[in-house]
């Protein structure tokens, strides 16, 4: 294949929708990373704070790689947020603190709409390495959503929708 789109796909211009991906994933996960360090001060439980810095630790390599994209194409950056203030969880009023449930539950919903996310990307994208790095992400995503199931079922800390109960006959 030649021209345009043969060869090498890093070589290949990215498509609108693929800038307009990959620039939205830095900015979700550079959102990410400062709410989950905010949480971090709230949470009490050391298995949440685990689970906290593999959330933060992935969103931190998917800015890195997106940025790097977006770079490579002499493309604008999505702003970063300031570093926050050291909290620790006693000083923080408990009408103001986020439980740990509550948490939990949050990563969970977040980790839910990111999967769909980076499956919307692996669709939209013809450049096979941007692709390819959405499905990586998925693929990381997915481990940490069994991990997230986990720990909210062995805490105690997972609300079930309606279940379906057999009936009476």
């Not at 439980?45 to 593999?54: A, I, P, V």
């Not at 539950?105 to 692996?122: F, H, Q, Y």
Request: with cysteine; proline share 5%.
């Amino acid at each position: 294949m030649s021209g345009i789109l043969g060869g090498n796909s890093k070589d290949e211009p990215m498509h609108y929708g693929e800038i307009y991906q990959v620039w939205q994933a830095s900015m979700v996960a550079k959102g990410a990373i400062s709410c989950y360090r905010a949480y971090h001060f709230h949470a009490g439980d050391k298995d949440l704070k685990k689970l906290l810095d593999s959330f933060i630790d992935q969103a931190e390599l998917e800015v890195s790689e997106c940025d790097k994209l977006l770079t490579d194409q002499g493309l604008a950056l999505a702003p970063s947020m300031p570093d926050r203030a050291e909290a620790r969880l006693e000083d923080i009023p408990a009408g103001a603190r986020f439980t740990d449930p509550e948490i939990a539950a949050k990563l969970a919903a977040d980790n839910a709409s990111a999967l769909v996310a980076c499956s919307m990307v692996m669709g939209q994208s013809i450049r096979e390495d941007i692709g390819a790095l959405f499905a990586k992400y998925h693929a990381s995503k997915a481990a940490l959503g069994l991990k997230t199931l986990h720990l909210l079922k062995e805490k105690g800390w997972l609300v079930p929708p309606p279940l379906l109960a057999k009936r009476p006959e």
